[in-house]
Every structure is written in C-alpha cells, then in structure tokens.
C-alpha cells in the first residue's frame, strides 16, 4: 500500500505517493473550487552517503542534502534551499492565511511604532507596524490595498508570531 | 604584563580573540547570557562566568556585570570585540577604574574624540574633508528640520553617538522628515542610550573605503591598507574586500595619509578604523570625504589581516600591553586579494532576521578559506542578538581568482534549518557590476529584485520527492557537532519555522 501526503512548498502543492521503489508527485492547481492533480511524476530517493541523498527522474539524478524536522523537511538541491511542509494526505494543506501571514510578525518583536489607525486607506507597500528584533527594525507593510479594520497591538509591546497585528479589507 | 583576558562579547568575535589568546599562552575568559550557555566560546574559553538573562542590557551590555566578572576571575584585560560595549566611554572608564587593562584606545582618547559630530569638527580641522552637513542647535524636531534644510534635500540623518549603520536614515522628500526623525531617534536611543541627531548630505553611489589603522603609546602610527565596503544593505556591510579594487596607486597614498592624520589629530592608541566616501565622478568636488572613525576592531578585520599576514588580535594586545607596534610601516605590504561576506541568519526575500535550529551545518574548508563562525550543528540561533551565523573569507592571488574561490566555498556551505543569506550572497558576486568594479553603496537596493533567486521549479518538485521519502523513511536524528554533545536532543525542541 503507498502512502499518501500532501508537499507543500511556498505557493506550490503536490500530492505524494509513496512506495518502497519510488515517490509519484502530482501537482496540484487550483481551478474553481477543486484542486486538480497533474499527471503523476516519479522519482527514486535513495541515500547517497553522509547527508546526501540522490533524487532520480526520468531527467537524471541530482544529489541533495536533506534534513526533516517535525513536518518541514529541508532540502538544499542544485544550489537553492527548500522548506517543504510535509502532511497527511486529505487534509487540507494549502495555506489560506498569506495575508494573514503578512500582518503578522515574522519573530518575537517588539512594537516600536503604529503607522496606521482602523479607517485608514493603504496601498501595497504602506507601512503598518515598524517592529524591532535583533537590533534591527522589522516593518509590517499592506500586502496589497485596502483599508485597516483593527490594530491588534500597542507601541512597546512584545508580539508574537503567528497573530496578526493588523487587520485589513481588501474590498 | 596580560595573562588572562576577559572577552566582553560573544559568537565568532569572542572566539577568534581565543585563538589569538591561544597563541599567545594568554588565558581567556568568556562571559555568556542565558541564552548562549551551550555555544562555542562559552565551551572554548579557560573559563566563563554567566552574566544573565538573554537580553542584553541584562548579559553583553551590562557594565557593572562584566566588571564584576572580570574582577571574581581575576582577569588583567578586557577584550570587548565589536559592537556592545566595545565603543562605550563609559565602559572603559570602568575598566580604567577597576584596574583592568582595555583592549583598545584609552578612555581619554575616547573622551577626547566625543561624539561623532566632535570628531568631525576635528578633523575637517586638521584639513581633512567631512561630508558637508550640519550639526543642530538642539535636538527639537524643529532645530534638526532647520539642519535638514540648511544641509539641503536629499540627506542622511545620523546618530551622533552611532555607528554599525544604526540610527541612519535617508530623507529625500520633505514629507519624510518628520517619520525620519522619529525611527532614527528611537532606534539610536535603543542601539547606544543616546538619540542625538546630526545631518549629513546624502552622498549617493559613492564606494566605501575604510582605512584600517594602528597606533601605539609610544606615538607609532602605521596604516594597513584599506578594505572596500561598497556592498551594503540598510547601511550593513555585505561583502568586503581588501585591497581596494577601484584606488589609484595616488588616491590610496592620499586615503592612508589622511586617516593617520585624523588618528594623529585625535591621539589615537589601538587599532582603529577610517571610514572615507569615495566619489571619483570628479565635477569638481573633493574625490573622498572622511565619514567616521571606529575605535574598535572591525567585523571585516580578517581580510586585512589575510593580505598582510598580521594578527590583528595580537597588536591589539601587546599595544594594550604598552607594548610598541610589533610592525613598522615599511614592514607591511599587500600580498594577493582577499574577500569577506558575511552570512546572515536572514529570509532573503523578506529581508528579515530569522531565528532557529541548525540542523544541518557544514562549513567549507580549503586553501585560502578562512570560516570564522560563533555556531556548530545544532545551536539555536536566538531573537536576541544579531543575525550573523558566519562570516565566509578568501585570499587569492588577484581579485578574479578570490570570486572564484568564494563562490566556490559558498557552494559548498550547507545550512539548513534556518533561512540564509547564501545564494543572495552568490547572486550578488556573479553580477557583472561587481567583477566590472562599477557598483556603488546603493548597488543592492537598487537591484534587490535581481538578487533574490526564484526558486526552479524543477528543483522544487525534486526537493517535494525528497521530503516525501524523508517523511516515510526511519527517522535519523541530526548528528551533534562532536563539541556540542551538552546540547538537548534536537528531538525535544525541534525548529520554529517563521
């Protein structure tokens, strides 16, 4: 019986099937409501000695450096670094918070300065929130237009990952 | 006579002042914070003392805390590094007070100079040109809105009591002005205790050419040649290089003389750094403009020291000792080509710091690599302090050759767990611009979208296969560095992923 999981890595999906021969990829893209697997890919991963691992495809085979913690599995391939996110198949995997992401803070911070109040119009790119972590000050921009609902935090403030700071209507 | 020094820093810096201790049969002492307990000075040092908890007002900016471990260890000398306490007076009058011996200029010499802008009067005093700019009356918003008008639009506002690229900010437009005072002040308040403001006119696409410089208490001055720090980002140094690439055999005589006149003008002792603008687009202004002087060893020292076979740890202890320079200016040449980047704990994309676990760290090794780092496999990388992991030297026998050498060490650095700065690194030292010399301090902002590699597809869907395997394999736990078995299993923490 293959096992199934769902890759995620930055905007691109796949769904895996894996064997004890090969892992079969398929892209996954959205269109409409339903996510639409592509045509399967196969791969055999195989380990290639001291870190390495060797991916190989019908295109030939790359040698990879790989490590997975928890559910990202990091994979540096052909001189670029990879962050996948590896989960349960069925599950919904797709990130739908990008925007919610963005108003968050990346790290522990601190609030040093509130650019915006609720009823503010913004354009992508307009400063929110200027943050300070690591002696550096972190600004928190609009991803896109729109105009601030809820400021979530006060100057002085310690914040933390994952809580928006900021709320926005895109409409 | 020192015997046993107290290094008043942390990471790399910390380490590389033990190797030169090392060398020297001097005995080391590192202090550490909560949050760095397990690194590698900590475990490499003769001894370490605890100062406290992560932050560093309570550990690595603490005086009285650092005093009083020197004092409990009966150090004779304080090293401080860079950054934290290296360039505070106060500090180094304690040190003076406590009867320690500290490892750079004497507190007087650093009274003397004062604040930024008292070093600037001195020197455009002594002959040498300062960027044109303006020092206000006082520091209300409306007096520094004066100095920004009198200076003229576009400027750089400046913390006097700065340096690292703290407390800068560009202003080009006049609704600026006022968002620009406020994040320059509170970031200097936060970064050195003291938010005064000066104004600078903005010099744009000039080169950054620092001249490093040594002085003894004997009245010796030397220079060492320079070291080119064009490529920088948000007024941090990105890569640096020594020699100069783009200098004249006539301007670089003219750069070396001006900076011992400003150590002279200042009475300098230690080594020392001379921060010049060059602008060699001619219209009839001068072709450099002193910037600053940095009383402390530079993060980018090693690429001085790789083309000139100096210690530079060393000088600075024998000078520190009473010692006379142990080189003479004619005893000090440029040997070859060499070149630092530094590699940052950083989301390329994002630009921001980024914190984790190293769960997979190989630094490249080889002729003419030098890898100074503060990290081994396993660590966390924390919130708390800056985001260098690693600063990445070659030498080379010419300029071409080193490129070569460090995209090649680049390619054969292996992080993971953390997101870095390494293939924005390697981007920026294959653009023409760089190999043509024709970049200038603005180069990476202007370009940043360039330099930021999208991620191939196909590389994507290999790295996806992979992971998938890795999820259904038998889990391997990450190998501990041999030197890092105190840490915890990498199972109980795991990494944060931002």
């Known amino acids: 019986m293959p096992t199934r999981l769902r890759l995620i890595e930055g905007e691109q999906e796949w769904v895996a099937e894996v064997t004890a021969d090969d892992v079969r990829l398929s892209a996954v893209t959205e269109g409409g409501d339903r996510a639409t697997p592509t045509p399967a890919h196969s791969y055999v991963v195989r380990p290639g000695g001291d870190d390495e691992v060797v991916a190989e495809d019908a295109n030939g085979a790359q040698r990879a450096t790989a490590v997975l913690a928890s559910d990202i599995a990091w994979v540096s391939v052909g001189g670029q670094v990879f962050e996948v996110r590896v989960a349960p198949a069925g599950r919904a995997a797709r990130s739908s918070t990008r925007d919610h992401d963005a108003l968050a803070p990346p790290m522990s911070a601190t609030v040093v300065r509130i650019a915006v109040t609720p009823g503010d119009r913004v354009h992508q790119g307009d400063l929110l929130v200027a943050l300070e972590a690591m002696k550096m000050e972190l600004p928190i921009r609009a991803p896109r237009d729109g105009i601030v609902t809820a400021v979530h935090c006060r100057e002085g403030e310690l914040v933390q990952p994952g809580t928006a700071l900021v709320d926005m209507d895109h409409g | 006579m ?119 009067a001195a020197v455009a005093k002594a002959g ?17 809105g004066a100095s920004i008008r009198e200076v003229g639009l576009p400027v750089m506002l400046k913390a006097s009591g700065g340096g690292g690229g703290k407390g800068m900010r560009i202003v080009r437009r006049q609704e600026e002005i006022d968002g620009a005072i406020e994040s320059a002040r509170g970031e200097a308040r936060r970064s050195f205790g003291n938010d005064a403001l000066y104004v600078e006119r ?173 990290v081994v496999q396993g660590q966390q990388i924390t919130v708390h302090y800056d985001p260098l992991i690693a600063k990445l030297i070659v030498h080379a026998p010419t300029r071409t050759e080193a490129i070569d050498r460090l995209l090649d060490a680049i390619g054969r650095f292996t992080i993971l767990g953390i997101r870095h700065n390494l293939s924005f690194l390697s981007a920026l030292l294959r653009r023409a611009e760089v190999a043509s010399n024709t970049t200038h301090t603005r180069f990476i902002e202007e370009h940043l979208g360039e330099l930021v590699t999208r991620p191939d597809p196909a590389l994507r869907q290999t790295a996806a296969a992979i992971a998938a395997r890795l999820a259904t394999s038998e889990p391997v736990p990450v190998e501990q560095d041999q030197s890092t078995a105190a840490f915890d299993p990498w199972q109980t923490l795991g990494p944060v992923r931002w």
């Open chain 2, 128 to 144: 040498v040109p300062v960027v044109p700019g303006a020092t206000p009356r006082s520091q209300e918003s409306s007096a520094i």
């Open chain 2, 202 to 374: 903005l010099i744009e696409r000039a080169r950054h050419v620092e001249v490093q410089i040594f002085a003894d208490r004997q009245g010796n001055a030397v220079h060492l040649f320079e070291r080119d720090c064009t490529l920088q980002r948000r007024h941090q140094k990105v890569i640096e290089e020594a020699p100069a690439p783009t200098l004249t055999d006539a301007l670089r005589d003219r750069l070396t003389q001006a900076a011992l006149k400003v150590a002279r003008t200042v009475g300098y002792v230690n080594a020392g750094t001379v921060e010049f603008l060059v602008d060699e687009s001619g219209n009839g202004e001068p072709d450099f403009y002193f910037l600053e002087m940095n009383t402390r060893l530079q993060v980018e020292h090693p690429i001085t020291e790789a083309i000139t076979g100096l210690d530079l740890v060393r000088a600075q202890l024998q000078v520190a000792d009473g010692e006379p320079l142990p080189f003479r200016q004619a005893d000090i040449g440029i040997n070859g080509h060499a070149i630092e980047c530094r590699v940052y704990a950083e989301d390329p994309e994002r630009l921001l710091p980024q914190s984790g676990r190293l769960l997979r760290y190989r630094e490249p090794a080889g002729d003419g690599i030098r890898v100074d780092s503060g």
């Open chain 2, 2 to 120: 020192i015997r046993r020094v107290l290094i008043a820093n942390r990471g790399e810096i910390a380490r590389r002042v033990i190797r030169t201790c090392r060398a020297m049969n001097i005995k080391t002492v590192a202090v550490f914070s909560e949050a760095d307990a397990d690194t590698p000075h900590v475990r490499e040092a003769d001894e370490a003392v605890g100062l406290g908890r992560a932050p560093a007002t309570e550990s690595y900016l603490n005086i009285s805390k650092v005093i009083d471990a020197a004092r409990r260890t009966a150090a004779d000398a304080v090293h401080p590094g860079y950054g934290f306490l290296s360039e505070n007076p106060a500090f180094v009058e304690a040190c003076e007070a406590a009867g320690l011996i500290f490892v750079g200029p004497p507190g007087s010499v650093l009274r003397e100079m004062g604040s930024k802008t008292g070093t600037r």
